[in-house]
């Protein structure tokens, strides 16, 4: 009897036939079968499955029997059971279990071949059993590594006769049935050429016109197609149109999240729904516990690509969940979380803390584009922390040809503008060189005079390079197909030219040629010097003009021939009385003001960026007397008197008495 329950239940089962063994199941004998049907008690993992699609239909195993109103399935010459409704409730129960039995043996198989050849021993497999087979496929290729499916297994016998007959049930399969096999042979990358691609495009098509498809399955629709480059901007506006209807409050955080990839698909037309993406950044604030830590990447992706900068609401409470998921992110999904927190203008001090606990200590099992984007984001938010600089050093000498020139330049630039020297600064620098030697050509000519100019910063000058910088082939490379070099190239240029000179006075190869060199490191963009804070400079001269007396005594904005401007400078002759600034004889010293608010310093410290340092370095080599005012000092200070006397102090630090 367990033989004719087990027939029975494969008979409703029955949506696709598979050629296999069919004498494979006459031949095993009945205490077997009926083992198979008690299968499911054993502990075996089950994961969710699709709602199971039936559609009945007689094949040759099931002669013998026949149906009457669809509902029950007997042997011919067998008495029909009265209760046919109990009847049907055994066989769904019979139906769930064989499911369940389905779904655990593919669970079991490790490979895809192991999963075809399972499946070429079965004689009959419902087309819902077949996606989720495929999709279990799809699954173990992806564990392996593989982006799709390799070519052996796409050019399987029984993968292939699963297609064909998916290609042939399309239009009888339920929603959720059909979006089951458009994922899954959207993830194998079957060939775009085949006949089942543009069958499924056009069964979409269809579906999508009817307005059939639920919001999961929109979703699921909308992705599918453009993973497959088959999204016709057609359709993809018939998607968002249908789910702009619905109630957002009513979808689930993987529903919005996917509307937010199947947007970032079309950024081009983000004016067109900018009202429906406002709606989603609105409910995606109470969603944002819920995400994982790669929905939340993904969001915070979506949103650069469709430029929500008025959203900032939603990236600092991404922001806020992000510092809990960080030991928790795959290395693109870090990337894609630094790469935000940049474009957007985002600074969490714990986010930091959290990269210094979890992330720096794991730096050399870190993909170089990880650790070159924490730099960045460093040296963009000019955040001095040492126990990342420290590990992106340590990782660089560790392993060097993990790096591409552009990497190496992105971790050597953050240590230039943040005035910092890593511990192992002798060894790192020594292996720069030697990178540097062996691949001098690969260097793009604009990376290359960024990473000597960041070198420059702080003191590590690249003295053995400076003779192929300043070479006429090196500077017509620089230049390419422009007219002109642009205006910080030239400006970088200039001060490795002066830094040769004041620094390093050892160097005899070929100079900076005059066109090259430019008038002022100061300019509106990518300037070489930070502005001045002009609130600190009005507090500042208040108390200079209380100290000198009068106004005529200092002068500001004052552009040296050295190309350095200086905040304020103040003239003394050779007793040390302070002179006019029109004054331009008998000067015997000049003090060099330099007034530095915060954006002259690192973020939250005292620590001056590596432009300032070099700037006052290279003043006081020429000759300058440098007094750093900084803001923090100032502050301190409560009231005019104060002031004075702590300029005084500054100024005439050997002089009991202020002399004008």
């Given at each position: 009897m367990a033989l004719i329950t087990l027939r029975r239940n494969f008979c409703h089962l029955s949506e696709l036939w598979i050629p296999g063994a069919v004498a494979a199941l006459k031949n095993h004998p009945t205490n077997h079968v009926h083992r198979i049907v008690k299968e499911p008690l054993h502990l075996w993992f089950c994961p969710l499955q699709p709602e199971p699609f039936r559609v009945r239909f007689h094949h040759a195993c099931c002669k013998k029997f026949h149906s009457e109103n669809r509902n029950d399935l007997h042997p011919v010459g067998e008495p029909v059971v009265s209760q046919a409704h109990d009847w049907?409730?055994?066989?769904?129960?019979?139906?769930?279990?064989?499911?369940?039995?389905?779904?655990r043996r593919l669970n079991n198989f490790t490979s895809s071949e192991e999963l075809l050849s399972f499946i070429s021993t079965l004689e009959t497999l419902p087309v819902?059993?077949?996606?989720?087979?495929?999709?279990r496929i799809c699954e173990v290729s992806k564990r392996d590594g593989n982006k799709g499916l390799p070519e052996e297994i796409l050019e399987n016998d029984v993968f292939q006769a699963l297609c064909f007959r998916f290609e042939q049930e399309l239009s009888h399969l339920s929603n959720t049935g059909f979006v089951t096999i458009l994922q899954a042979l959207t993830l194998s990358h079957v060939d775009p050429q085949s006949s089942l691609i543009p069958?499924?495009?056009?069964?979409?098509?269809?579906?999508l016109k009817r307005g059939s498809l639920e919001v999961h399955n929109l979703c699921i629709v909308g992705e599918c197609l453009i993973r497959l480059h088959s999204a016709a901007p057609v359709m993809l506006d018939l998607i968002l149109e249908q789910l702009q209807g619905q109630k957002l409050e009513t979808f689930t955080p993987d529903d919005i999240v996917a509307i937010y990839r199947i947007l970032q698909a079309c950024p081009e037309k983000v004016d067109q729904y900018q009202t429906f993406l406002n709606r989603i950044n609105n409910i995606s604030l109470s969603l944002v516990s819920y995400l994982s830590p790669k929905l939340i990447s993904q969001v915070l992706a979506a949103l650069v690509i469709l430029d929500q900068t008025h959203a900032l609401p939603l990236v600092i409470k991404l922001g806020k969940y992000a510092v809990k998921y960080i030991p928790h992110f795959t290395n693109e999904e870090l990337k894609r979380v630094l790469e935000a927190f940049m474009y957007f203008g985002h600074n969490d001090r714990f986010f930091t803390k959290a990269l210094e606990q979890h992330i720096a200590p794991l730096c050399l099992t870190l993909d170089p584009e990880v650790i070159s984007k924490m730099m960045e984001y460093c040296s963009r938010k000019q955040i001095l922390s040492e126990p990342i600089l420290n590990a992106a050093a340590e990782t660089f000498v560790c392993q060097p040809e993990k790096f591409s020139p552009c990497q190496i330049s992105e971790i050597i630039e953050p240590l230039g503008k943040l005035n910092y020297l890593p511990p192992n600064a002798p060894v790192l620098f020594r292996k720069l060189e030697n990178v540097?030697?062996?691949h001098f050509n690969s260097f793009p000519p604009k990376t290359l005079l960024r990473l000597l100019h960041s070198c420059s910063l702080i003191e590590c000058h690249p003295v053995n390079f400076m003779t192929k910088i300043f070479s006429p082939f090196f500077l017509q490379k620089l230049q390419g197909e422009e007219s002109d070099l642009d205006r910080l190239s030239l400006a970088q240029l200039t001060q490795l030219f002066l830094t040769s000179i004041l620094e390093c006075p050892f160097y005899k190869g070929p100079k900076l040629l005059p066109k090259y060199q430019v008038k002022s490191f100061f300019t509106p963009c990518c300037s070489l010097e930070t502005p001045m804070d002009y609130h600190l400079y009005k507090s500042v001269?208040?108390?200079?003009?209380?100290?000198?007396?009068a106004r005529s005594y200092f002068a500001s904005k004052v552009l040296t021939p050295y190309c350095y401007t200086i905040d304020v400078?103040?003239?003394l002759d050779e007793e040390g009385l302070v002179l006019p600034f029109t004054v331009q004889e008998d000067v015997h010293k000049r003090v060099a003001l330099c007034i530095d608010g915060p954006e002259r310093f690192c973020s939250d410290s005292k620590h001056l960026l590596g432009k300032e340092s070099i700037k006052q370095r290279h003043l006081r080599l020429l000759g300058y007397q440098v007094v750093q005012v900084p803001y923090h000092e100032i502050e301190m200070l409560?009231?005019?008197?104060?002031?004075?006397?702590y300029l005084q102090r500054k100024l005439f630090p050997q002089n009991s008495a202020v002399h004008w």
């Amino acid at each position: 009897m367990a033989l004719i329950t087990l027939r029975r239940n494969f008979c409703h089962l029955s949506e696709l036939w598979i050629p296999g063994a069919v004498a494979a199941l006459k031949n095993h004998p009945t205490n077997h079968v009926h083992r198979i049907v008690k299968e499911p008690l054993h502990l075996w993992f089950c994961p969710l499955q699709p709602e199971p699609f039936r559609v009945r239909f007689h094949h040759a195993c099931c002669k013998k029997f026949h149906s009457e109103n669809r509902n029950d399935l007997h042997p011919v010459g067998e008495p029909v059971v009265s209760q046919a409704h109990d009847w049907d409730r055994l066989e769904q129960n019979l139906q769930k279990e064989n499911e369940k039995v389905f779904y655990r043996r593919l669970n079991n198989f490790t490979s895809s071949e192991e999963l075809l050849s399972f499946i070429s021993t079965l004689e009959t497999l419902p087309v819902s059993l077949a996606a989720g087979a495929l999709q279990r496929i799809c699954e173990v290729s992806k564990r392996d590594g593989n982006k799709g499916l390799p070519e052996e297994i796409l050019e399987n016998d029984v993968f292939q006769a699963l297609c064909f007959r998916f290609e042939q049930e399309l239009s009888h399969l339920s929603n959720t049935g059909f979006v089951t096999i458009l994922q899954a042979l959207t993830l194998s990358h079957v060939d775009p050429q085949s006949s089942l691609i543009p069958s499924l495009v056009a069964e979409c098509q269809n579906r999508l016109k009817r307005g059939s498809l639920e919001v999961h399955n929109l979703c699921i629709v909308g992705e599918c197609l453009i993973r497959l480059h088959s999204a016709a901007p057609v359709m993809l506006d018939l998607i968002l149109e249908q789910l702009q209807g619905q109630k957002l409050e009513t979808f689930t955080p993987d529903d919005i999240v996917a509307i937010y990839r199947i947007l970032q698909a079309c950024p081009e037309k983000v004016d067109q729904y900018q009202t429906f993406l406002n709606r989603i950044n609105n409910i995606s604030l109470s969603l944002v516990s819920y995400l994982s830590p790669k929905l939340i990447s993904q969001v915070l992706a979506a949103l650069v690509i469709l430029d929500q900068t008025h959203a900032l609401p939603l990236v600092i409470k991404l922001g806020k969940y992000a510092v809990k998921y960080i030991p928790h992110f795959t290395n693109e999904e870090l990337k894609r979380v630094l790469e935000a927190f940049m474009y957007f203008g985002h600074n969490d001090r714990f986010f930091t803390k959290a990269l210094e606990q979890h992330i720096a200590p794991l730096c050399l099992t870190l993909d170089p584009e990880v650790i070159s984007k924490m730099m960045e984001y460093c040296s963009r938010k000019q955040i001095l922390s040492e126990p990342i600089l420290n590990a992106a050093a340590e990782t660089f000498v560790c392993q060097p040809e993990k790096f591409s020139p552009c990497q190496i330049s992105e971790i050597i630039e953050p240590l230039g503008k943040l005035n910092y020297l890593p511990p192992n600064a002798p060894v790192l620098f020594r292996k720069l060189e030697n990178v540097l030697f062996t691949h001098f050509n690969s260097f793009p000519p604009k990376t290359l005079l960024r990473l000597l100019h960041s070198c420059s910063l702080i003191e590590c000058h690249p003295v053995n390079f400076m003779t192929k910088i300043f070479s006429p082939f090196f500077l017509q490379k620089l230049q390419g197909e422009e007219s002109d070099l642009d205006r910080l190239s030239l400006a970088q240029l200039t001060q490795l030219f002066l830094t040769s000179i004041l620094e390093c006075p050892f160097y005899k190869g070929p100079k900076l040629l005059p066109k090259y060199q430019v008038k002022s490191f100061f300019t509106p963009c990518c300037s070489l010097e930070t502005p001045m804070d002009y609130h600190l400079y009005k507090s500042v001269m208040t108390g200079l003009i209380d100290l000198l007396g009068a106004r005529s005594y200092f002068a500001s904005k004052v552009l040296t021939p050295y190309c350095y401007t200086i905040d304020v400078e103040i003239k003394l002759d050779e007793e040390g009385l302070v002179l006019p600034f029109t004054v331009q004889e008998d000067v015997h010293k000049r003090v060099a003001l330099c007034i530095d608010g915060p954006e002259r310093f690192c973020s939250d410290s005292k620590h001056l960026l590596g432009k300032e340092s070099i700037k006052q370095r290279h003043l006081r080599l020429l000759g300058y007397q440098v007094v750093q005012v900084p803001y923090h000092e100032i502050e301190m200070l409560k009231s005019r008197l104060e002031l004075v006397e702590y300029l005084q102090r500054k100024l005439f630090p050997q002089n009991s008495a202020v002399h004008w």
